[in-house]
């Protein structure tokens, strides 16, 4: 199993940014995607995770602003950045819990990470 993320980049503050993060491999399903970050210095920081059933949940710093979505025919996850602050600079991580069966437990994997800089 792979996970790529893209979308990442350098934009001013009050500018939008749309990252995608790609499941590939042989699974049954991606359960639930996971958008994290971490900032020099700092710990990593769940943003925003979506689960199969669409059920959504924000860190409160980016409520109102980010928006995750997933395309379970694609087993692609997507996080829309709008608004974006300087505050927002991170690396940006994806996060997937696979299944390889419909009985199987679900198993975590990591994206390398798109870096997100937002000028002020």
């Known amino acids: 199993v792979q996970l790529q993320a893209s979308g990442g980049g350098l934009v001013q503050a009050g500018k939008s940014l749309r990252l995608s993060c790609v499941v590939s491999?042989?699974?049954?399903?991606?359960?639930?995607t996971g958008w994290y970050r971490q900032a020099p210095g700092e710990q990593r920081e769940l943003v925003a995770e979506i689960t199969r059933a669409g059920n959504t949940n924000y860190v409160d710093s980016v409520r109102g602003r980010f928006t995750v979505s997933r395309d379970t025919a694609k087993n692609t996850a997507y996080l829309q950045m709008d608004s974006l602050k300087p505050e927002d600079t991170a690396v940006y991580y994806c996060?997937?819990?696979?299944?390889?069966?419909?009985?199987?437990?679900?198993?975590?994997?990591w994206g390398p990470g798109t870096q997100v800089t937002v000028s002020s």
């Open positions: 491999g042989s699974i049954f399903r991606v359960n639930a």
């Open positions: 996060n997937a819990a696979v299944q390889y069966g419909p009985l199987s437990v679900p198993y975590d994997y």
